[in-house]
């Protein structure tokens, strides 16, 4: 109640909050910070989306200016430097002295596979991408690059990637697009590149794509139950599985890398990632961009893609025109 002062004038006691209005507060502050946390996720990662779509695009540009280099030719996805069997680095890992750079040191630490003796398609589109942190996606987690902090020691399967490639963000069209020259091969004999204009649809066949290592390829097999059939004939398909198969027996595991999958070489390790458990890999690969994924295209153009589709249809990964087997439903 108020209070009588000395000069006959009245003074207002101020009031405290009581628990109950603390209380109400507090819940009020709590249900909008549940509304709002998702939001600034969720636009958290859209810009992380948008940020690794424009890394696509200028993979995309420095692709087309490689190839006006050289012929009109799309990059291998590796060839080795060295006589065969021989691991000697090669020699775009050393400095004008002969002595290693960084970027040796970085590929071979973890890896167990001497990666400094092979030249991997990252360090062919650097001089016209200028920039390694472009190969690196803002999105997922243990992303390297050359030159970078990051350094994974880890060589056994179902890992988050590890050295080999020199990045395990971007995974490149391995069936179709980029073939390598065996591992052991001897220097010199580097693979046939693919033309450009041997390719039917340009924008229509994806390059480059989001992933945990540095080469995918399409569900051939169906693993995960997500391939579609209908693209093709039972004919077509066991030439396709075939033409997978003898690029190398781990091929037709290089699904589980595409997304936000991990990094899965043979399909037959133990653990999430076993051949026939593709439940987790999928959940995963579709993890990175809430179902999507983004993946450049070999015009050069970027664009977001349903992650079930990249897996699935063949027509995304076949060039056509004689390179590889191929499938009618794709015409």
């Not at 209070?3 to 009031?15: A, Y």
């Not at 909050?17 to 946390?37: C, G, Y």
């Not at 590929?107 to 200028?130: E, I, T």
Request: hydrophobic share 40%; net charge neutral.
């Amino acid at each position: 109640m108020p209070l009588c002062t000395p000069n006959g004038g009245i003074s207002m006691t101020r009031k405290a909050f009581t628990l109950i209005e603390l209380l109400v507060v507090i819940a009020i502050i709590a249900i909008l910070a549940a509304i709002l946390f998702p939001v600034f996720a969720q636009a958290k990662l859209a810009a992380k989306k948008t940020a690794d779509l424009s890394n696509l695009k200028q993979v995309g540009t420095s692709t087309l200016l490689y190839s006006t280099d050289y012929d009109d030719l799309l990059y291998p996805h590796r060839f080795n430097c060295n006589a065969s069997g021989a691991f000697a680095t090669c020699p775009q890992y050393l400095d004008g002295n002969g002595n290693r750079l960084p970027e040796a040191a970085q590929l071979d630490a973890g890896s167990g596979n001497n990666s400094s003796a092979r030249y991997y398609w990252v360090y062919m589109l650097q001089p016209y991408a200028k920039n390694y942190q472009m190969f690196a996606n803002p999105a997922g987690s243990n992303k390297f690059v050359p030159g970078g902090k990051q350094t994974l020691n880890c060589a056994a399967a179902g890992c988050t990637g590890f050295n080999y490639g020199g990045q395990n963000s971007y995974g490149h069209n391995d069936g179709w697009l980029s073939p390598a020259a065996n591992f052991g091969q001897a220097a010199g004999a580097t693979p046939v590149s693919i033309s450009q204009t041997a390719i039917n649809n340009v924008a229509g066949v994806i390059m480059v794509t989001d992933a945990t290592y540095y080469g995918v390829v399409p569900d051939v097999m169906n693993e995960s139950g997500l391939l579609q059939t209908n693209k093709m004939t039972a004919a077509e398909l066991t030439d396709i599985q075939a033409f997978i198969n003898n690029q190398g027996s781990q091929y037709k595991f290089y699904w589980k890398n595409m997304g936000g999958s991990q990094w899965s070489f043979t399909g037959g390790e133990s653990g999430p990632y076993a051949s026939g458990n593709a439940a987790r890999a999928i959940a995963d690969g579709r993890g990175l961009f809430g179902g999507k994924m983004n993946a450049q295209f070999v015009d050069g153009h970027s664009k977001s893609v349903n992650y079930n589709d990249a897996i699935g249809n063949v027509c995304y990964w076949i060039s056509g025109s004689g390179q590889g087997a191929t499938a009618s439903g794709c015409n």
